[in-house]
């Protein structure tokens, strides 16, 4: 199958809550360190966190405090709980696996 997926995003008003799920075919950690990206219309695709074994995730300054990634290496997944969502939050948002494969997106849409 696919070797990344993730799902979870929607519509939401701003202030609400969204969690995002990515699942890999494989191992969630490999050689890379595995993460959640973001791409905004007409913007590059940005880094909001990542993870490894060794240590806490590492957040943009722009999701700190805001969004939490977590790891699951038994059943492979990555979650992002994302609280208190901004307009500006609105992306397309991926996950990359510690292979470094992408999944195909899940667009986040914060909005009255």
């Known amino acids: 199958q696919v070797p990344v997926v993730e799902f979870g995003g929607g519509l939401v008003q701003p202030g609400g809550s969204l969690k995002l799920t990515c699942v890999a075919s494989?191992?969630?950690?490999?050689?890379?360190?595995p993460g959640w990206y973001r791409q905004a219309p007409g913007k590059e695709r940005e880094r909001l966190a990542t993870?490894?074994?060794?240590?806490?995730?590492v957040y943009a300054d722009s999701v700190k405090g805001r969004f939490t990634l977590s790891a699951d290496g038994a059943t492979n997944r990555m979650y992002l709980q994302m609280n208190n969502l901004r307009p500006e939050d609105t992306a397309v948002y991926y996950c990359?696996?510690?292979?470094?494969?992408w999944g195909q997106g899940t667009q986040v849409t914060v909005s009255s």
């Open positions: 990359r696996d510690g292979g470094e494969n």
């Open positions: 494989g191992s969630i950690f490999g050689r890379f360190a």
């Open positions: 993870i490894t074994r060794a240590g806490p995730p």
